[in-house]
């Protein structure tokens, strides 16, 4: 079995507790503060966005709402059913919102797509093989004008990680299957740097979660 089905099959298995978390998150939690930011970019006007391991959807749910074109991407065959099943039970049309079962790096290398908005507030880049490599194909798909939003884990702001060969770099589990990177802030702006972007914003920077979330757009 592959690393990818193996990551698939370990994001299946926590998508209905991930899911409840997404779209039911308690008052004042961190998620509560990226999805407040969703919100305020949805209210631009209209284009095209683009969420990578969007889970079941919730940060989607203001886009589609209010008229953007959005493209869903999640390799957890449950996360995409449930996702489908959301916006079934909405008043979202699916018209415009389009989802798939596929790896990030995979989608981004048969698109040739721009989007207004790529997101990634799922710690996407904490799971890939390299991290660097998926923000350089997610730059090359931003518009003029674009930006991205994504979520990524604060070493600095953990209690236990595991050491690794690469300065700067440690791992956590969250469980025994499901192992994430983390980053300091300065290794976390070099990746941005060798992409062409640049760190625009820190949301939520007051929040004492290890998990940090930035925007960043085009040098």
Not at 22 to 30: S, T, V
Not at 31 to 44: H, N
Not at 186 to 193: C, G, K, Q, T, Y
Request: net charge negative.
């Amino acid at each position: 079995m592959s690393a990818h089905d193996n990551s698939a099959l370990a994001f299946d298995r926590v998508a209905d507790r991930h899911d409840h978390m997404r779209w039911d998150c308690p008052p004042g939690a961190f998620d509560v503060e990226v999805q407040r930011e969703l919100a305020r970019l949805a209210q631009r006007p209209k284009g095209t966005a683009l969420f990578l391991g969007s889970g079941s959807g919730r940060e989607v749910a203001d886009f589609a709402a209010n008229g953007w074109r959005c493209d869903l991407v999640d390799i957890s065959s449950r996360m995409v059913e449930l996702a489908r099943s959301r916006f079934i039970h909405t008043q979202v049309h699916l018209s415009q919102v389009y989802i798939y079962r596929c790896d990030a790096l995979r989608f981004l290398a048969q698109s040739s797509g721009k989007y207004d908005l790529v997101a990634m507030v799922g710690e996407l880049l904490g799971y890939v093989q390299s991290p660097p490599r998926l923000l350089a194909e997610v730059a090359d798909h931003i518009g003029p004008k674009g930006k991205a939003i994504f979520t990524w884990v604060d070493s600095t702001r953990l209690d236990e990680a595991e050491p690794t060969d690469a300065p700067g770099t440690v791992l956590f589990r969250e469980r025994e299957d499901l192992v994430i990177h983390a980053w300091t802030e300065a290794i976390m702006d070099s990746h941005l740097r060798a992409a062409g972007l640049n760190r625009t914003k820190d949301v939520a920077a007051e929040s004492d979660s290890p998990r940090r979330c930035w925007e960043a757009g085009r040098e």
